[in-house]
């Protein structure tokens, strides 16, 4: 029979932070730190939106930044994860007063999730597939808050236009996001494994 030391079981060393203070694995700390860097990335998307690209005007159309990053995430982390986050940064987005309207909330969701549960199904990981679903994406979202708003007298049918051009100026700003958000989607594991 072994014989233990009286001292030899030490307790898991405490931290003093906030974060040590919840009781929280290293893995869920990673994955909170992932999705507050989403959070982030979407509200630095909305200040750039909302105090450069709104001043810049190409064919009448500008970007649609917020949309277009949520879509991404959505698409990047999945239909499970990424539902509760699209659901989460439309609802900001809608409050941040930038929104075109409340149509925003469900219809930046459906369409995030719609495409995620798309890519998984039918598609490989790549900029290519992901250009592809965001594309379908802004083009329903543009075309739906347009329809909205020609149903509401807020807009002229002469104009169809515009939102193509916004959801085609959306998506060059796919290639310089894509590195930053699969570099943070890196942060406590892969949550869509192929």
Same mark, same amino acid.
């Given at each position: +029979?072994?014989?233990?030391?009286?001292?030899?079981?030490?307790?898991?060393?405490?931290?003093?932070?906030?974060?040590?203070?919840?009781?929280?694995?290293?893995?869920?700390?990673? @994955?909170? /730190?992932? !999705?507050? $860097? *989403?959070?982030?990335?979407?509200?630095?998307?909305?200040?750039?939106?909302?105090?450069? +690209?709104?001043?810049?005007?190409? *064919? &009448?159309?500008?970007?649609?930044?917020?949309?277009?990053?949520?879509?991404?995430?959505?698409?990047?982390?999945?239909?499970?994860?990424?539902?509760? %986050?699209?659901?989460?940064?439309?609802?900001?987005?809608? *409050?941040?007063?930038?929104?075109? &309207?409340?149509?925003?909330?469900? $219809?930046?969701?459906?369409? &995030?999730?719609?495409?995620?549960? *798309?890519?998984?199904?039918?598609?490989?990981?790549?900029?290519?597939?992901?250009?592809?679903?965001? &594309?379908?994406?802004?083009?329903?979202?543009?075309?739906?808050?347009?329809?909205?708003?020609? %149903?509401?007298?807020?807009? /002229?049918?002469?104009?169809?236009?515009?939102?193509?051009? @916004?959801?085609g100026l959306s998506l060059l700003v796919v290639p310089i996001a894509y590195p930053?958000?699969?570099?943070?989607?890196?942060?406590?594991?892969? @949550? !869509?494994?192929?």
């Amino acid at each position: +029979m072994a014989r233990f030391k009286k001292y030899e079981f030490r307790p898991d060393a405490t931290r003093n932070d906030i974060l040590g203070k919840l009781l929280l694995t290293r893995k869920q700390r990673q @994955t909170f /730190l992932r !999705w507050l $860097l *989403f959070g982030v990335v979407c509200v630095v998307g909305l200040l750039i939106q909302d105090v450069v +690209m709104s001043r810049v005007r190409i *064919f &009448g159309a500008t970007t649609d930044l917020v949309p277009c990053l949520i879509f991404c995430i959505c698409v990047l982390q999945g239909a499970e994860s990424g539902c509760v %986050f699209a659901l989460i940064a439309s609802l900001t987005y809608h *409050f941040s007063g930038s929104a075109p &309207g409340v149509a925003c909330i469900p $219809l930046i969701t459906c369409l &995030g999730v719609t495409a995620a549960i *798309f890519r998984q199904a039918y598609l490989r990981q790549g900029i290519d597939a992901l250009l592809l679903c965001l &594309g379908a994406c802004l083009l329903l979202y543009e075309l739906a808050t347009f329809g909205i708003a020609l %149903f509401l007298g807020q807009a /002229l049918l002469s104009r169809i236009s515009l939102p193509l051009v @916004t959801a085609g100026l959306s998506l060059l700003v796919v290639p310089i996001a894509y590195p930053i958000l699969i570099s943070i989607g890196k942060i406590g594991g892969e @949550t !869509w494994r192929e």
